[in-house]
């Protein structure tokens, strides 16, 4: 070998002492490059061939620096100026699906689960490249599950309402992630009310299942009448759907009468008290008016006849028999013939010989006592003639007949009862409900409105 080559291999050795690299691989690699005659020529800035190698991350070269260009990617000759190429391998993970920018490496956001590698150069020198990293992600696979659930309001089992994030973590940190929405449901509360008298069915209320947080798309349904019957009782099923998840809840209804009957009482203005009835959905006064005053103002009654005949001395038993005898005109509570409509409250209602809160019925009012025949609504304490009564409505008609203003005499008692009711048919003659001794069924007839007639009243 010339003097030459042993000048170069005795620089070479210089180096590898200085970078403390005393790989014997690399003595060989040179060798073999010197003997086969392979060392490149021409590649360096100078004229003369780089060589190189590395060990521990670490390469070295002699010469200046070089590279080549293969297709889009740059392959770098591992030789700098200063003699190092820093090398570096990164490993890095992430979940599939989820976006990376790390380490001047983007992926985008629909990254599939496997091994992505990309290799960067890095140019620090100044004639070129001065590092480089082999870049090696992991994709890993990552369950994403949206869930909605619907609780009730008061057993939400350690949720909270509204919308929350949960990992099931694995050793990567992307195996499950649940976005969950919890809906919080408080279902309507029983619903028990008690009817207006003289109502026979009651609006069921608007309101119904209450949701939080509030939701759009909610399917909300429901079993629930328009209307409850009043005097029966049941229960209302609903059911929601949201996010193909249900509930079901069942709300208790009842609609009850008003108080009637036993232990309730009406009183008149000359402070008489009353047994009381319910016949359908109205509440009557079980025995027929025989007050002499108004209740109210105190004032005294016109025509208050007690029914009077030869074969019927006894005034007082025949009062509380059978009450007392109105004409229309007393009964509604104006002046005798007089042209002018009696007064009423705001539905219509007619108070006049009735006890306050009460009020004379009208024909449809009265129209519920046809539900029944005649037996049913006769008292049964011996005062009608005819058939026998059975009083199975306990409405307890009595016989007190009529004033026959016309020929100014009783007629008809415990044979026919006639009651008054609050409707004008023209300008002396007005309704009155009747029923007959002799299998008859209770029906209507006009009267002249001077005729005396018992009186029932209706609450109002």
Avoid at 224 to 247: H, I
Wanted: some cysteine; charged content about 20%; proline content about 5%.
């Amino acid at each position: 070998m010339d003097g030459g080559i042993f000048a170069s291999l005795k620089l070479m050795e210089k180096t590898m002492r200085t970078n403390r690299l005393k790989d014997r691989r690399y003595y060989v690699v040179i060798l073999m490059m010197l003997f086969s005659g392979l060392l490149p020529r021409g590649w360096a800035q100078s004229g003369f061939s780089a060589l190189h190698g590395n060990s521990d991350g670490i390469s070295y070269t002699l010469g200046q620096p070089f590279y080549r260009q293969y297709s889009i990617e740059i392959w770098v000759s591992e030789g700098v100026e200063q003699g190092y190429l820093l090398q570096d391998t990164v490993v890095d993970d992430a979940c599939a699906g989820v976006g990376y920018d790390n380490f001047g490496i983007v992926y985008g956001d629909t990254l599939e689960e496997g091994l992505y590698v990309a290799r960067k150069y890095v140019p620090h020198a100044r004639e070129g490249y001065d590092s480089v990293f082999v870049h090696r992600l992991w994709v890993y696979p990552r369950s994403v599950t949206y869930d909605t659930l619907l609780l009730s309001e008061s057993d939400l089992g350690g949720h909270i309402a509204g919308a929350s994030v949960d990992s099931l973590y694995s050793s990567h940190g992307c195996d499950s992630v649940i976005f969950r929405m919890v809906y919080a449901i408080a279902c309507p509360s029983d619903y028990l009310t008690t009817a207006p008298y003289g109502v026979a069915a009651v609006p069921f209320p608007a309101e119904g299942v209450s949701v939080t947080p509030s939701v759009e798309g909610l399917s909300v349904a429901s079993d629930a009448p328009p209307l409850l019957v009043v005097g029966t009782s049941g229960q209302v099923s609903w059911l929601l759907v949201a996010g193909g998840d249900t509930f079901h809840c069942v709300q208790n209804v009842r609609a009850d009468f008003p108080p009637c009957g036993d232990g309730f009482t009406a009183v008149d203005g000359d402070g008489n008290v009353y047994e009381t009835v319910r016949v359908g959905v109205d509440c009557w006064m079980r025995e027929n008016v025989y007050s002499r005053h108004y209740a109210g103002s105190g004032d005294e009654i016109p025509v208050a006849d007690i029914y009077r005949a030869p074969q019927f001395p006894d005034t007082v038993e025949t009062l509380q028999r059978y009450g007392r005898l109105y004409s229309w005109y007393s009964a509604m509570g104006i002046e005798e013939n007089s042209s002018f409509p009696p007064s009423a409250n705001a539905e219509g209602e007619v108070q006049g010989v009735c006890p306050e809160g009460w009020h004379i019925p009208t024909t449809v009012e009265m129209s519920a006592l046809q539900l029944y025949d005649g037996a049913a609504l006769k008292a049964t304490d011996g005062l009608w003639i005819g058939e026998a009564p059975n009083d199975a409505s306990r409405f307890s008609i009595v016989p007190g007949g009529l004033h026959n203003a016309a020929l100014n005499r009783n007629e008809y008692l415990r044979a026919y009862a006639y009651l008054w009711s609050a409707d004008n048919d023209a300008q002396t003659v007005a309704t009155a409900g009747y029923l007959p001794y002799l299998c008859g069924d209770f029906e209507f007839t006009s009267l002249n409105k001077s005729n005396g007639c018992s009186v029932r009243c209706a609450k109002d």
